[in-house]
């Protein structure tokens, strides 16, 4: 089977676009190892090249990292990502190794536009994780993994007003009003959200509205005001209050299942290169 076959499977399987560097073996073994859905071997195999003078530098070997843990941390039931285990954590590592990869691709922006599918995907799961942890008031946790989320995904300013949501509901309100803030000046109403994080767009423009009411930020607060009708047609639940508390309820049921696979440490930790 030619690689260009591979990668068209590996497209129409998982909606993400996948470089093949016919000039470049190295690179190739993690596109064909990602194929072949052997995602423990494409994080080795990625993070051993980032170790190495050669590629230490490139940006592929860490996206490789990236989307190796994301498809682990979908499938707990065949590796091994539980706290303590081999593979924990994998949808922080995969939130830290694409930042990483951001970063070194940041010079000449090569590889940047090639995995927009998957970027898409992190989202949507880091998000859902997120308001999971928020509608069970774990406010630190949901902050943290926004945090790591938007600094993955830099181009949706949904999941900064989420962090700074979380942040003000954990009491940190100075990391919270600062994120709501930034997140504010990019949200107008010409704005066009993402399709896997707008539907929580709304609701937050309500809470935001409602804090900074409180604060005493009157601009901001009608401007939020404002945006709350504009992105209500994409909020599943049309902000109705009962449909929201059986949100809530149905993610406390949940949270036994969540907290098996996802670590209980809220420890920030440094996205150093590796």
Not at 78 to 101: D, H, M, S
Not at 123 to 136: G, V
Not at 204 to 227: C, F, P, S
Not at 256 to 270: A, L, T, W
Request: net charge negative; glycine share 2%.
């Amino acid at each position: 089977m030619t690689t260009r076959l591979l990668l068209i499977l590996s497209i129409l399987a998982y909606g993400i676009k996948l470089q093949a560097q016919s000039d470049d073996k190295k690179i190739d073994e993690l596109v064909f190892l990602y194929v072949d859905e052997k995602y423990d071997k494409v994080v080795d195999k990625a993070l051993s090249l980032s170790q190495n003078d050669k590629y230490k530098r490139h940006p592929l070997p860490y996206i490789y990292a990236s989307m190796g843990y994301y498809q682990m941390s979908r499938r707990p039931d065949k590796f091994e990502i539980a706290k303590g285990e081999e593979y924990q954590k994998p949808l922080k590592y995969a939130q830290k190794y694409c930042y990483t990869f951001l970063k070194k691709d940041k010079k000449e922006n090569q590889y940047y536009d090639d995995y927009k599918e998957y970027y898409d995907l992190l989202a949507d799961t880091s998000n859902k994780l997120s308001q999971h942890y928020y509608l069970n008031e774990d406010y630190r946790k949901a902050a943290s993994n926004y945090k790591y989320a938007y600094r993955a995904v830099t181009n949706d300013p949904i999941l900064q007003l989420w962090e700074g949501i979380s942040e003000v509901k954990s009491k940190n309100s100075v990391e919270g009003d600062k994120n709501i803030l930034e997140a504010l000046e990019k949200i107008d109403e010409n704005f066009e959200p993402s399709e896997v994080t707008a539907g929580v767009l709304a609701h937050g423009m309500l809470i935001v509205e409602e804090y900074l009411t409180q604060i005493g930020k009157t601009t901001e607060a009608n401007k939020a005001k404002k945006l709350v009708d504009v992105f209500k047609k994409y909020d599943p639940d049309e902000l109705d209050k009962q449909k929201m508390a059986a949100r809530k309820e149905k993610a406390k049921e949940e949270n036994k299942v969540m907290r098996k696979f996802y670590s209980d440490d809220d420890e920030d930790e440094e996205d150093d290169d590796e």
